[in-house]
C-alpha cells in the first residue's frame, strides 16, 4: 500500500492567515482526494486532484478558499485561506487509483485556528 | 447519490468479548466496494477490513470480519476478542466502481473497550 507524508501535522493559526498542507506519496498515483473532518464529525470531500488539470470541488467548496496543486503525480497542496475558527477541523489526504485499490490516508493535519 | 448511515454513535464492550458494529447503504449501484475504517486518537485512518459487492464470502482480518447482506444492503463489522487497543472510532465507507469517485463515509460509531 501506498506510504503517505502529510505535513504538518498540526499548527495554530491566527484568523485570517492562509496555511498550506503539503501530501507526499511515495508512489505515482491518478487521484488525490483532500477531505475535511470538523470535531466530532465524519469525513467530508473537499475536492478531487487529478495531475495535469484542476482540481474539481464538491459542493460548498470552491477554489479560492481551498486552492489546490497537483505538480505532479506523487505530490498535492491544499491551502486553507483566511481562516477563521470555523475552518478549525482535521485536514486528510487520500490516494486512489483508477479502476480499484484499497485508498489509503496520509496522518492528517490538526488545524486550530484562533 | 450513495449514502452510508451508521446507527450507534457509541458502543462499549468488555475486553476480551465481541462486538459488533452497524452499517447500511443506499446505492442504484451493482458493483461497489465496502470498507471499514479505524479511526484512533492520532487521528490515522486505518483501512480495517473490505469487501467486494461481487464476492459472496464475507471478509475476515484476523479478529475483524464482515456479514455482507447485498440485497439488505448491509455491512457489519464483527469484532473477536476485544482489545483495549481496538478503542476508536470506525468508519463504514462505499466505494464505488462506476468512475473515478472517492469514498463515501457514514458518521462514524465511537468504541469503547472496557478492561
Known amino acids: 500500500s501506498a506510504v503517505i507524508s502529510q505535513k504538518p501535522s498540526r499548527d495554530i493559526c491566527q484568523r485570517g492567515t492562509s496555511l498550506t498542507i503539503q501530501c507526499q506519496v511515495d508512489?505515482?498515483?491518478?487521484?488525490m482526494f483532500w477531505y475535511r473532518q470538523q470535531p466530532g464529525q465524519s469525513l467530508t470531500l473537499i475536492a478531487t486532484a487529478n495531475q495535469g488539470s484542476e482540481a474539481t470541488y464538491e459542493s460548498g467548496f470552491v477554489i479560492d478558499k481551498f486552492p489546490i496543486s497537483r505538480p505532479n503525480l506523487t505530490f498535492s497542496t491544499l491551502t486553507v485561506s483566511n481562516m477563521s475558527p470555523e475552518d478549525s477541523s482535521i485536514y486528510l489526504c487520500?490516494?486512489?487509483?483508477?479502476?480499484?485499490?484499497?485508498?489509503?490516508f496520509g496522518n492528517g493535519t490538526r488545524l486550530t485556528v484562533t | 447519490a450513495q449514502t452510508v448511515t451508521q446507527s450507534q454513535p457509541e458502543m462499549s464492550v468488555q475486553e476480551a468479548e465481541t462486538v459488533t458494529l452497524s452499517c447500511t447503504y443506499d446505492t442504484s449501484e451493482n458493483n461497489y466496494y465496502l470498507f471499514w475504517y479505524k479511526q484512533p486518537p492520532s487521528r490515522q485512518m486505518i483501512l480495517v477490513i473490505r469487501q467486494e459487492a461481487y464476492k459472496q464470502q464475507n471478509a475476515t482480518e484476523n479478529r475483524f470480519s464482515v456479514n455482507f447482506q447485498k440485497a439488505a444492503k448491509s455491512f457489519s463489522l464483527k469484532i473477536s476478542d476485544s482489545q483495549l487497543g481496538d478503542t476508536a472510532m470506525y468508519f463504514c465507507?462505499?466505494?464505488?466502481?462506476?468512475?473515478?469517485?472517492?469514498?463515501?463515509f457514514g458518521k462514524g460509531t465511537r468504541l469503547s473497550v472496557i478492561a
Open positions: 487520500s490516494v486512489g487509483e483508477t479502476g480499484y485499490s484499497p485508498l489509503h
Open positions: 465507507a462505499f466505494l464505488t466502481l462506476s468512475g473515478n469517485t472517492p469514498l463515501v
Open positions: 508512489s505515482q498515483v491518478t487521484m
